[in-house]
């Protein structure tokens, strides 16, 4: 930096805005820059924060140093001084996810003179823009225009006046009005930055660049958020809304073009429907794509003791898919896991030639940076300045949280080892849906509703929090409760148990056929063990879709079933029984599950929302709290015994472990869980490798 003062550098810096019309300036600015000249950009990534802006665990009270926006902060801080020339950006899932969420949104919802808390922080974070996830259409399109100030054109939708919002552009392109066939929010933004570059000579200089940043979320949102959106909205595919707005971004003036997309990576044929269609998207003419939704680290963690690359992104062809390097299709790609535990970096250099700004492609560097980078053993620091930003609500927040419902007596609600058996942490909440249904069947007016009164009514739900997020992400409720030490539940409790608050209660109506489907799809989150094997063997492989392991359940524990783990995927079901006999394919059920299962999500093999009967206006998590109330002492002999499933018992040559949270043996042997049989080392990212025996 030799011809321009530190002070001047940072002061250009901070000239940068959002606009669709600014391009003739830099055009006029640009014809004075030297053939040749550098600037090398580094692009920032937050996704799927979920309103994690502390450390802090809302359902358990505690500090969690794993996890928060505030130590993403202190890497932001150390990315920008590391290369003042930087772009911050957001890939969605933002403003749910917490009892801090639920809080605004529906405890006590923010009002329009207010300000998100997860965007106020963004605001001080100087975020230059955001892209928009599924979870943001969860607290309905009224919500979610007050708190973006964003006028979606759409008919019963509120118009917001001058609300608190975020202090920069939200765009979203493939998200339109059925009525208008417009976009609710912009499809894209244009935002002119002033970069620091080096000239041909060496000596620096302040250079335009123009960062067009576009915006896509999966079209299942149609499905999951049926509620809140159908008739109102419509979804495009991804690659179309890309071929519309990128070329017209390159027109007004786009130097870079960078895709905000909240889906993982699938390289399978693209259709406009898939829920993680990033992967097509390098094909449309962007420079870079920011990831989102899976959860996942792309590419591979690259501190020391990282953990490794999940097993889906593995699997990805190595020679469209560079996990190590971070290009897809050769498009510098970024995913930074979720809950702000990482930042994603795509470090680029650009050359001015003839005229324009050229991304020099072999100089790309990608990396999914998490608070161990230092030296892959101790988190970094919290941003000390974030915390008292939103003090207010984190208070109103502890004080929501800790309200009371009930008691538990003489057992905890655990999904550290759902995986082998366990429904601790899951029984409850079936026995809430099943209770839930039959009473809305029994004071049915409707002629038809009543008509299903003989039909068995069964639940599932599915283990949320059971290590998707992280070795510290499992729920864990009332540990300590014994008869002499009974522990009162609170508000928060029923939040770990069932982790979407957004989800509302549905009942599908089933054959005996489409039960062995359903699980069988369940089943699916198992490997396929090989009793021959001497070596290692990872009983649940993969735990990005640990939502998708449906547990079922029927009152009295009336419905069993067994799962082979030896078989291939689709003929792992056996002696699957209730009241005592076997299920045949044309028997009749009813299944109380959720509006995300029930229309489609997942993945269930005929549950696609045409089996639908029940469509409740009542939030899953709020019908188990209200279960918890009417019971008003939980027990494990009514609560928490009732074991549907359990694996064929196998002998195997060599071991077989699951990945669960350390120092959590004594819970398996209090449970009477003999299949773990030992705790074992652990692994990269924290987890203890427990040791299965299949044979007990």
Known sequence: MNKICWTSVIAALTLSGCANNNSSSATTEAETIPEGTIVKVSLLETTDLHQNILSYDYYGLKADTSIGLERTAALIQSARAENPNTVLLDDGDVIQGTLLGDQQAVASPVTCAGTLAIHKAMNALKFDGAGVGNHEFNYGLNFLSQITNKDFGIAGVNKPNNCGSPGFPVVLSNVVGVASQQPIFNPYSIIYKRFVGTKPDGSSMVVPVNVGI???????????????????????????????YVPEMRSKGADLVVALSHGGLDASPYSPKMENGSYHLTTTGIDALMLGHSHLIFPAAKEKNGPKLDASLAALPADKVDTVKGLVNGVPAVMAQSWGR?????????????????????????????????????????????????DTEHKATLAYAAQSLGTSTDFGMSAFFSLVGDVSAIQIVNQAQIDYVKNFIASSTDPVIASYKAIPVISCSAPFKAGRNG????????????????????????????????????????????????????????????????????????????????????????????????????????????????????????????????????????????????????????????????????????????????????????????????????????????????????????????AIDLSK
Not at 355 to 364: A, E, I, S
């Open 214 to 244: 576009i915006g896509f979320v999966p079209p299942q949102i149609m499905d999951w958020d049926q509620k809140n959106l159908a008739g109102k909205v419509m979804v495009n595919g991804v690659v179309e809304s890309a071929q519309k």
């Open 342 to 390: 990482r930042l994603g970096i795509i470090q680029l250099t650009l050359k001015y030639q003839s005229g324009k700004w050229v991304v020099q492609k072999d100089l790309t560097n990608v990396e999914a940076r998490g608070f161990k980078y230092k030296d892959g053993v101790t988190n970094i620091d919290a941003d000390a300045s974030i915390a008292p930003l939103v």
């Open 471 to 690: 070795s510290t992400d499992f729920t864990d409720v009332a540990p300590t409760a014994t008869p002499a030490n009974p522990v009162t539940l609170q508000v928060r409790n029923p939040g770990d148990l069932y982790l979407y608050g957004n989800n509302n209660v549905q009942a599908v109506k089933i054959k005996g056929s489409d039960l062995k489907n359903w699980l069988e799809t369940a089943a699916k989150q198992f490997g396929q063990i090989n009793p021959a094997l001497k070596t290692e063997q990872d009983l649940v492989p993969d735990y990005s879709t640990i939502y998708n392991y449906d547990v079922f359940y029927a009152d009295n524990n009336a419905l069993r079933y067994q799962i082979d783990v030896t078989k291939p995927v689709g003929s792992r079901i056996s002696n699957l029984q209730y009241a005592g006999k076997a299920v045949a394919d044309s028997d009749d059920f009813i299944v109380a599950t959720n509006d995300y299962r029930a229309s489609g999500g997942g993945s269930v093999p005929g549950i696609d929302g045409s089996k639908t009967i029940i469509k409740s206006p009542d939030a899953n998590q709020a019908v188990v709290s209200d279960f918890v109330k009417k019971q008003g002492t939980v027990t494990f002999a009514k609560n928490g015994s009732g074991r549907s499933w359990s694996f064929v018992k196998v002998s195997t040559q060599g071991p077989v472990i699951l990945r669960s949270a350390p120092g959590k043996f004594s819970v398996a042997a209090n449970l009477g869980l003999p299949q773990v049989v030992s705790e074992g080392a652990l692994d990269a990212a924290g987890y203890a490798k427990y």
